[in-house]
């Protein structure tokens, strides 16, 4: 079983539509769970970052977290052609070592 | 602004050849990263380092080595290229891991390699 778990789509969805990206983990001990975001041929970038459990807004995008599912999502809210991209969820416990899910890759439509 | 920079963008190498794929950041980030991403696998952890002259083995080393004299360099070295390690390569950099603030990796662009 791997640490973490990422369904890797793809996802086509509308623009507009709410759309909603989940990875789950195996790994009680992770802390710190990040969201990047990858355009093709493109390093990823960092999304959103949450510590702990909880739920964390940033604009259109939402991270979850569920630590007693072992299970994080995240929401983004009015999608746009621009968020087309390849999403990676990733955790790491109170070291530096980061896990990262094998991304989500999200198409949305004009 | 440049951030996490990466040489060469592409690059194709016959089996056994040797090369060096370079990583520099102008950040003055302590700790470095070399990943590899593979298709449906995420980013693999190959080598780290938490300073100059300090480097460490992650979780796919075999075939690599790495090496970083200065803070700002942070070269991934491959000497018998084998098709197995086709891959994309990226580096990354942070300011200090251990630290509960935000502190995100930032990531080069890669280097998409090709062994044949």
């Known amino acids: 079983q791997k640490e973490v778990e990422q369904d890797p789509g793809p996802l086509s969805v509308p623009e507009g539509a709410i759309v909603s990206l989940n990875c789950t983990y195996s790994?009680?001990?992770?802390?710190?769970f990040m969201w990047y975001r990858q355009y093709s041929r493109k390093g990823p970038e960092l999304l959103m970052y949450t510590y702990s459990s909880g739920n964390k807004e940033d604009g259109r995008f939402t991270a979850q977290v569920d630590k007693s599912s072992k299970y994080i999502s995240l929401f983004i809210r009015d999608s746009q052609p621009s968020d087309s991209a390849t999403y990676l969820c990733a955790m790491r416990t109170g070291g530096f070592k980061t896990i990262f899910g094998a991304g989500t890759r999200l198409f949305v439509k004009a | 602004n440049a951030g996490v920079t990466q040489t060469p963008k592409f690059r194709i190498l016959k089996i056994g050849q040797s090369m060096t794929l370079q990583c520099t950041q102008d950040m003055n980030h302590n700790y470095m990263y070399w990943y590899r991403q593979d298709p449906g696998m995420g980013l693999k952890l190959i080598y780290y380092s938490v300073g100059a002259g300090i480097t460490d083995k992650g979780e796919v080393p075999n075939g690599y080595n790495v090496s970083r004299s200065t803070t700002e360099d942070f070269p991934l070295r491959l000497e018998l290229a084998a098709p197995s390690q086709t891959s994309v390569y990226f580096c990354?950099?942070?300011?200090?891991?251990?630290?509960?603030?935000?502190?995100?990796?930032?990531f080069g662009d890669g280097t998409r390699l090709s062994i044949l």
């Open positions: 790994n009680s001990a992770f802390q710190y």
């Open positions: 990354a950099s942070s300011p200090d891991a251990l630290d509960h603030s935000n502190q995100p990796q930032h």
